[in-house]
């Protein structure tokens, strides 16, 4: 049986070290092993990067870790 992907968008509007995200997507099916697009703002723009770390915490959550305090969008697919 073939799952399609489930998509949970997070907004981080508040600068943080860590954004912990909960998706409840679970997993869809799968591993349950997330893929997490991170985008920050840098000069109102927002960019695409590779945080510091990022842990599936379970299957409804991960956790993104930067050197520094960031704002911004994660996109989690499941």
């Known amino acids: 049986m073939r ?27 799968g591993d349950g092993i ?3 697009d991170v985008l920050v703002d840098f000069n109102g723009n927002l ?4 945080p510091l770390t990022l842990e599936k915490i379970d299957e409804h959550h991960v956790k993104i870790t930067f050197s520094s305090a960031r704002t911004g969008t994660a996109i989690v697919i499941v």
Not at 5 to 14: G, K, L, N
Not at 47 to 50: L, V
């Open 34 to 36: 997330p893929i997490v």
């Open 47 to 50: 960019e695409k990067i590779i």
């Open 3 to 29: 799952v399609s992907p489930a998509v949970f968008r997070h907004v981080q509007s508040t600068p943080s070290v860590e954004w912990n995200i909960t998706h409840n997507l679970g997993a869809n099916g």
